[in-house]
């Protein structure tokens, strides 16, 4: 081969490897790019009309020491008097769905179907409608963490009396919105919601109850999934045809010494697993070194049963397939090792593995959530390894920012995260179908209060109007939807693109 052949045979590999590794950034046909908020944390108007008392009302009313800044929702961004405002910022970016939550005592004010308000319903009716005419798809879930205050009462989630009562609320829903929503979600984050609610007390109601009030409190919400699930198979699917699934926070697990994949594996069945296993495993039921660990863990208190409680043969084929797809929030990774166990003392922390960050890993304004781009795409290999490829809905990814519009940080995570779930969707074969940034506005982020911003947009919660403004990352991102594909970003770009995001919106 003379010099020239050789010249051009190379440059055309370098090319082709080129034009292979940029068609990676594209996403597929149909994908669909949104955002996200919930009830508590956006909609306000915590007593207009009939709405009933929800157990974060009573938190942020009665407990407010939990609360880093003392705030509540009572306002938060006002949604429910400025949806339409909402919409036609997230229709200006070319956003493609948006997923928010319902509030149960919105809808139903004593918790139970005896009593439905009607302006609760017409709320939710006019924001699908909304969202609908601006060709924004509705992504609803049923319940994302404020349950009506009584219950609490009860025991909240560590009574399985939660279940029926979870179900009936969800009938009403199904029967009343079904006709408008194809995309449901009945619960958010079940497993690090027992875990801060009932086992720890940074969640309403903060039973504080360790790790049994957290498997007992997962337990139930696992039964009242699926119990909704069945009710819409049963009663709504044929006619309304929609989906219906769960999401759960699965992080990635990098082990600290790379032979020790075991640790990885283990980590990933204590943190996805516990609640994902029970559904999209062939088999069902909780994964089996959780049950085992636990298990002899009690046994060393002495204790004559497991902590984790056991599923009947009934619940286990009942929970077993219910959920249409893979519902997925994913925010960082942690590093993680094994801890060697001598005899007849306890697995350390249950699941005999240490979990901690990596020190080199970026931080950000959340002290929780470390930059880890490459954790995405891990936790979407984990999940196609561990279940059999389902079809995954993104439903929550993002990070907070510093005070202002100017937020390379979050255009930066966005482009470093959205990269890795490419590669893993069209390197290798992750069926991932939705991706949804967290969150479209400032919001009340829970025990944190409004002191952490991951809006798309600034929300100024000084100001009667709570007037909104569009980042940087919002002229981005509508450039990327309208590419269909990912683009590195510069700053001169930017904010000639902000200029005219802001001249359109005429904020
Ligand atoms: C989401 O959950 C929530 O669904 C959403 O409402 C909230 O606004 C959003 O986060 C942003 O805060 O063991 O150190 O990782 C986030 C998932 C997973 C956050 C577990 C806290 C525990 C700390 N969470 N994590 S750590």
């Known amino acids: 081969m003379d010099i020239l052949t050789f010249l051009g045979l190379l440059s055309s590999l370098?090319?082709?490897?080129?034009?292979?590794?940029?068609?990676?950034?594209?996403?597929?046909?149909?994908?669909?790019?949104?955002?996200?908020?919930?009830?508590?944390?956006?909609?306000?108007?915590?007593?207009?009309?009939?709405?009933?008392?929800?157990?974060?009302?009573?938190f942020t009313h009665e407990k407010n020491e939990f609360i880093i800044d003392g705030s509540n929702g009572d306002v938060a961004c006002d949604t429910?008097?400025?949806?339409?405002?909402?919409v036609q910022i997230m229709k200006n970016i070319g956003l493609k769905h948006y997923r928010f939550s319902l509030s149960w005592t919105r809808i139903l004010p004593n918790g139970f179907p005896n009593k439905i308000s009607q302006d609760g319903l017409q709320y939710y009716k006019d924001l699908i409608d909304e969202l609908r005419s601006n060709g924004i798809e509705p992504f609803v879930t049923i319940y994302h963490w404020d349950h009506p205050e009584f219950m609490n009462r009860f025991g909240s989630w560590t009574n399985a009396l939660m279940v029926k009562w979870f179900a009936e609320?969800?009938?009403?829903?199904?029967?009343?919105?079904?006709p408008r929503v194809k995309?449901?979600?009945?619960?958010?984050?079940?497993?690090?919601?027992?875990?801060?609610?009932?086992?720890?007390?940074?969640?309403?109601?903060?039973?504080d109850l360790a790790f049994s009030g957290s498997y007992l409190c997962l337990h139930n919400l696992l039964k009242a999934h699926a119990r909704a699930y069945h009710i819409y198979n049963e009663e709504f699917r044929a006619t309304q045809n929609g989906k219906i699934g769960i999401v759960m926070p699965c992080r990635h697990n990098f082990p600290k010494y790379e032979n020790d994949t075991e640790a990885a594996r283990i980590a990933f069945e204590f943190d996805c697993?516990?609640?994902?296993?029970?559904?999209?495993?062939?088999?069902?039921?909780?994964?089996?070194?959780?049950?085992?660990r636990i298990k002899e863990n009690s046994q060393l208190e002495g204790l004559p049963f497991s902590r984790l409680p056991e599923f009947s043969p009934y619940w286990i084929n009942l929970i077993r397939g219910s959920s249409d797809y893979f519902g997925l929030n994913h925010y960082t990774?942690?590093?993680?090792?094994?801890?060697?166990?001598?005899?007849?003392?306890?697995?350390?922390?249950?699941?005999?593995?240490?979990?901690f960050v990596n020190e080199s890993w970026p931080e950000s304004p959340t002290n929780w959530l470390r930059v880890v781009p490459?954790?995405?795409?891990?936790?979407?290999?984990?999940?196609?390894?561990?279940?059999?490829?389902?079809?995954?809905y993104i439903l929550e990814n993002g990070v907070s920012s510093y005070p202002g519009v100017a937020d390379y940080n979050r255009i930066e995570f966005l482009y470093g995260y959205m990269k890795s779930m490419l590669l893993a969707m069209n390197r290798d074969g992750c069926n991932v179908k939705v991706y949804t940034v967290w969150s479209l506005l400032d919001n009340f982020e829970w025990d944190r209060g409004y002191t952490e911003r991951f809006g798309l947009i600034e929300v100024d919660f000084t100001h009667p109007n709570r007037t909104r403004t569009p980042r940087l990352s919002t002229g981005w991102l509508k450039k990327i939807i309208a590419k269909g594909r990912l683009i590195a970003f510069n700053n001169t770009e930017l904010s000639v693109n902000y200029r005219a995001f802001n001249m359109c919106t005429g904020n």
């Not at 609320?169 to 079904?178: D, I, K, M, P, S």
Request: net charge neutral.
């Open 14 to 58: 370098i090319g082709s490897g080129a034009s292979v590794q940029s068609d990676y950034l594209k996403f597929p046909q149909g994908f669909s790019i949104g955002t996200a908020s919930s009830s508590y944390q956006v909609e306000g108007a915590w007593n207009a009309s009939d709405k009933g008392v929800s157990v974060w009302d009573w």
């Open 80 to 86: 429910y008097h400025k949806y339409k405002e909402d």
């Open 169 to 178: 609320y969800a009938r009403v829903v199904f029967r009343e919105l079904g």
């Open 183 to 207: 995309f449901w979600t009945t619960i958010n984050e079940p497993n690090n919601y027992c875990e801060q609610s009932s086992g720890g007390k940074s969640q309403a109601p903060g039973m």
């Open 273 to 292: 697993g516990w609640a994902a296993n029970p559904i999209f495993s062939k088999n069902g039921d909780y994964p089996a070194v959780m049950k085992q």
């Open 333 to 355: 990774s942690k590093m993680v090792e094994s801890v060697p166990r001598k005899r007849g003392t306890p697995w350390y922390q249950e699941s005999g593995v240490r979990v």
């Open 374 to 392: 490459e954790g995405l795409g891990g936790v979407l290999r984990d999940v196609k390894e561990a279940y059999g490829n389902p079809p995954v």
